[in-house]
């Protein structure tokens, strides 16, 4: 079920929240469990299962991390760490086992027979569960997170199970640590305030993905139709520039709309993104975007591994494997390892070269970052090689026939797509939002609001397309 949905909007969402409001507090997290499972099945009514199977698998093994063996009377204390050792490694076998069957398992099986010649593995042909990366990597944070005592009590069984399932940022993220809702799955307060500001920031967040992402991603959609290898540069450029905004106004969107619902249902989910394309370089541009996924891959890989401390080649080679695996965590394809190995050495280069000096500039490092992005953009959509290095080609002029020839095609998109290119240009800036903080209270910014929502129904309404990016990962 996507938020931005009819049947979510005055269906799922008005029945959920009456009850979870009616029902006393003792049982909100038992309300909130079956509307996630519910939310989660309407979509994924064989997968759902999995999802319970997972829940059910790691809770179980969270316990035992907790549980003292009793029959080990000496060295206890060595004896007790061992189990939980073995608790944890358990639950990382089973959570990245089932991550690595259902959306690794043919892209491993396809590479091992090209190399080899032969049919040695075969190809399951399973379709990938919505969400299965985010609620994964929500367990794994969970279980390391026991491990080594930041958490230091289990979760009963409905609040592990809310946690994972919460259906806000079940599908989607952004990642939530348990600790960051621990407290408030034990109790909170359901205000009028919070439901207000809730909302409000759900109505933003629904405008960004129905009124930008899928309207600029009709452009990308009609260059790409125009065949990758055929495109004027300006055009081609145009096209990444359109794919560029549809990316990041969908999953900013969703995540805006996730911390709305979370407001509304009494905590606190953290913020994705920081206006990101404001950048000054690349590294500032992955401290401000996918926040929780960079936070992720910070503390349970990077800082396990040695960070920055065991030297320059031992960094380099950290940052390595945090970015083949980045890369591969948004996809199971070439396309997605070649993107966060770009990733990896653009990273390389400022850190050691020109980074610093570009994030001390008021302009040149705004361009260089709004010139990079694009093209990374492009190795990200593209999943075709030969298309992608068509693309790629034909932004750097490589297969440009005459410097006029696309002029007609870039001022008919210009003239259709114009007033939507200058909207997402203004919104990646940090001043909507400025605004939006300091006027949200105000009786007009309450109009204008409802206007957005009932433009976006209206545009749900006539059909227009409404795909979430980030649902495949």
């Known amino acids: 079920m996507l938020f931005s949905s009819i049947g979510f909007l005055f269906r799922f969402l008005p029945a959920f929240m009456l009850i979870y409001l009616i029902v006393p507090a003792k049982y909100r997290n038992l309300v909130l469990l079956a509307g996630s499972l519910i939310f989660y099945g309407v979509g994924e009514p064989y997968f759902v299962l999995l999802l319970i199977l997972s829940i059910l698998v790691n809770y179980a093994l969270n316990r035992c991390m907790f549980?003292?063996?009793?029959?080990?009377?000496?060295?206890?204390?060595?004896?007790a760490g061992r189990y939980r050792k073995a608790a944890l490694a358990a639950a990382l076998t089973v959570d990245f086992g089932m991550l690595f069957v259902f959306k690794y398992w043919d892209f491993a099986a396809d590479t091992v027979n090209r190399v080899s010649g032969h049919d040695w593995m075969p190809l399951l042909m399973l379709t990938l569960p919505l969400g299965i990366s985010f609620y994964t990597f929500q367990m794994v944070s969970c279980q390391i997170d026991?491990?080594?005592g930041t958490i230091d009590k289990p979760a009963g069984f409905v609040s592990f199970a809310a946690y994972v399932s919460m259906f806000p940022q079940l599908i989607a993220g952004p990642i939530v640590r348990y600790d960051e809702v621990a407290?408030?799955?034990q109790s909170r307060k359901i205000s009028v305030r919070n439901l207000e500001n809730g909302l409000k920031l759900f109505t933003v967040g629904l405008g960004l993905k129905v009124l930008l992402a899928n309207q600029i991603g009709t452009l990308w959609n009609t260059v790409m139709s125009a065949g990758a290898g055929s495109l004027h540069p300006a055009v081609a450029w145009l096209g990444a520039a359109?794919?560029?905004?549809?990316?990041?106004?969908?999953?900013?969107?969703?995540?805006?709309?996730?911390?709305?619902?979370?407001?509304?249902?009494?905590?606190?989910?953290?913020?994705?993104?920081?206006?990101?394309?404001?950048?000054?370089?690349?590294?500032?541009?992955?401290?401000?975007?996918?926040?929780?996924l960079g936070r992720w891959f910070r503390e349970y890989v990077y800082f396990?591994?040695?960070?920055?401390?065991?030297?320059?080649?031992?960094?380099?080679?950290?940052?390595?494997?945090v970015w083949a695996f980045t890369g591969l965590w948004h996809g199971a394809d070439w396309n997605f390892l070649l993107w966060g190995m770009l990733f990896f050495v653009i990273l390389i280069i400022e850190k050691n070269t020109y980074g610093?000096?570009?994030?001390?500039?008021?302009?040149?490092?705004h361009i260089y970052t709004l010139v990079i992005i694009p093209v990374t953009w492009v190795v990200f959509a593209v999943t075709d090689l030969g298309q992608l290095r068509a693309y790629l080609?034909?932004?750097?002029?490589?297969?440009?026939?005459?410097?006029?020839?696309?002029?007609?095609?870039?001022?008919?998109?210009?003239q259709e797509y114009g007033v939507l290119l200058a909207a997402c240009i203004l919104f990646i800036t940090p001043f909507p939002a400025k605004i939006y903080r300091k006027y949200r209270d105000r009786w007009y910014t309450v109009v204008i609001l409802l206007?957005?929502?009932?433009?976006?129904?209206?545009e749900l309404m006539i059909g227009s397309d409404n795909p979430f990016l980030y649902f495949r990962f």
């Open 67 to 79: 549980r003292q063996p009793r029959s080990m009377r000496q060295n206890r204390e060595k004896s």
């Open 146 to 148: 026991c491990y080594r």
């Open 183 to 185: 407290a408030r799955l």
């Open 242 to 292: 359109a794919y560029s905004f549809q990316i990041y106004f969908d999953f900013w969107g969703y995540s805006v709309m996730a911390i709305g619902l979370g407001k509304m249902l009494g905590f606190k989910i953290p913020e994705n993104f920081n206006t990101p394309y404001a950048a000054r370089s690349i590294s500032e541009f992955w401290r401000r975007w996918h926040i929780t």
């Open 304 to 321: 396990p591994m040695g960070g920055s401390r065991r030297g320059r080649l031992r960094t380099v080679w950290n940052l390595f494997v």
């Open 356 to 365: 610093k000096w570009l994030e001390g500039t008021k302009v040149l490092g």
């Open 393 to 414: 080609g034909n932004m750097f002029g490589i297969h440009t026939t005459g410097i006029l020839a696309g002029m007609p095609q870039l001022m008919r998109y210009l």
């Open 451 to 458: 206007a957005i929502f009932w433009f976006s129904v209206y």
